[in-house]
Structures are given as C-alpha cells and as structure tokens.
C-alpha cells in the first residue's frame, strides 16, 4: 500500500488547511485511515482516523477544529483543519492498518505562525 500526502504549508493561526491523503489501492480494503503529526522534539501522536464505516476519532487537542472524512470513490482521505494554532505545526503523516500492518505516506509539513 502507498499513501501519497499533499496540502501541507504556512498558514496564520486561525487559518485553514485541507490535507489529502491518496491510496494506491481501493481504501474499501483498508481497516482504518487516518493522520498522526510530529511537532520537533516530539512523539508522533494521533491526529484523527477514520473507519470503513466511516467511524471517526479525534485527538481532543483537535475536536471541533478538525474534520476527517473519506471519499471512496477517489480512494482518498481528507483532513480539514479550521482555526489553526501555532500548536498544531507539525509534520503531518498520513497511514493506513492493513492486515495488521500500517503504512505511512511521506510526511506534509504544516506551519502555522502566530
């Protein structure tokens, strides 16, 4: 499985972004979908995920700002960030639980700036 991550970059606190998350495969195969982020200096933490039911969960550092949802057809899943903080810079990766492994995309860098 390959994740391809896209729509990182900088932005002013109280700002939007909108991650994109592409899979090589059809994600109707994927367990779960979902982000994790790494500030510098810090452990990777989850974000938010999404199930095939389309379940979601969300880091309470983020509920009410941030909306994750899929799109089947496009085999794609998206992470819609509103009211930016400057806490929320981080790297942003996308993964997948597949058979009991995870995958993860290449990592996009959000900076948002006070």
């Known amino acids: 499985v390959q994740l391809q991550a896209s729509g990182g970059g900088l932005v002013q606190a109280g700002g939007s972004l909108r991650l994109s998350c592409a899979a090589s495969?059809?994600?109707?195969?994927?367990?779960?979908m979902g982000w994790y982020r790494q500030a510098p200096g810090k452990q990777r933490d989850l974000v938010a995920n999404?199930?095939?039911?389309?379940?979601?969960n969300y880091a309470d550092s983020v509920k009410g700002r941030f909306t994750i949802s899929r799109d089947n057809a496009k085999n794609a899943v998206y992470l819609q960030m509103d009211s930016l903080k400057p806490e929320d810079t981080a790297v942003y990766y996308c993964?997948?639980?597949?058979?009991?492994?995870?995958?993860w995309g290449q990592g996009t860098l959000v900076t948002v700036s006070s």
């Open positions: 993964y997948t639980n597949r058979l009991r492994q995870t995958y």
């Open positions: 495969i059809s994600i109707f195969s994927l367990d779960v």
């Open positions: 999404i199930g095939t039911n389309s379940f979601t």
